[in-house]
């Protein structure tokens, strides 16, 4: 069989044909740029102002609230940085999670280096965090909650109401990683009480290297990228119009289609996700139900490398991964395995299949026929596995 099937969406998604087709006009026709003045660079700053309001309904903001940046590592860096440094009159402290993308915690580890206080939430074997935690955690000197919507690793969904809430309650912003969440499941930064709340096109079929920073109206937050006027002073560089063209169009989509997508996608990841647990020594990873991303499947196979299961699924023209993108190829575990509790061990040996669109039920039919002959050859190699069997369980 040389198929090939991809369940790697939470790193990334191909662009849309649709998405595509709307972009193109503005590599070759529609080129202007939107700063200058003749018409050309009209049609330019209209599809923008178009983009913008169809990014702004989605997440129920106001369209002068969201700004383009080049993804969602730079709006992640942005948010906290650009408030750490508008408010550090005020204080030093931010308060994130264990579990955050590594925008967020190398952004915080980077802040730490320049004076200021970071506190790290632990998470529950499921990955979510205690908003008693939260709010036993909030000083006078805390300026900024940073936490994510949903994780890109185990698929948790955090109480994203109730933090944003307390945040308004106590007077302290509130930034979430949504990067994972907005095209997935309904994001309302209104109804959620969110102050800051990045995304990125290309995890919801939109392309790569253009997302976006929602800030809610009257936040006071400094520029990270530095130079022309561009998006209301905040933002400077030419705009990406096609990428943001199709930014629009893809978060249109998106939308559109999410409860009859994820009805599916969850019926698709519950049959993947019972079906591997069934081979023996292997556990879930992050929630079951409601709290989970619909496509996002985690499981551990012991006594195994989670890399040389990868191998061994690309050999068979699958395309999975063993944590986030960023981390393969690097030899720790994943620190969001770690921050649920799971031993080194157990944790070197995960696998994420993350489901999308285009996932069929033979395709999860064929991961499920092929991944068990997989398991047993690489624990027939494996010395833990022998060790194992020789003595069993201590
Ligand atoms: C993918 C991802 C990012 C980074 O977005 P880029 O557009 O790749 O910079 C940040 N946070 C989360 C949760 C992600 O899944």
Redesign the pocket.
Known sequence: MNKSIYMDH???TYTKPEVLEEMIPYFTTYFGNPSSIYTLARETKKAIDVARDKIAKAINANENEIFFT???????NWAIKGIASAYKQKGNHIITTTI?????LHTCEYLAKNGYEITYLPVDEYGLINIKDLENAITDKTILVSI?????EIGTIEPIKEIGALCRSKKILFHT????AVGHIPVDVKEMNIDLL?I????FYGP??V?ALYVKKGIKIDNLIHGGGQERNRRAGTENVAGIVGFGKAIELATKNMEENNKKLVYLRDKLMNGLLEIPHTRLNGPRGENRLPGNSNICFRFIEGESILLMLDANGIAGSSG??CTSGSLDPSHVLLAIGLEHEIAHGSLRLSLGDETTEEEVDFVLKTVPGIIQRLRDMSPLYDDYLKKGEK
Not at 148 to 152: G, H, K, R
Not at 177 to 180: I, P, T, W, Y
């Open positions: 939470a790193a990334t080049g993804g969602g590592s730079e709006a992640d955050e993308h590594h925008a967020v994510m919507f949903a994780n890109n990683d949504a990067v994972q990045s990125a096109a290309h995890k790569k290297g997302g986030s993108a």
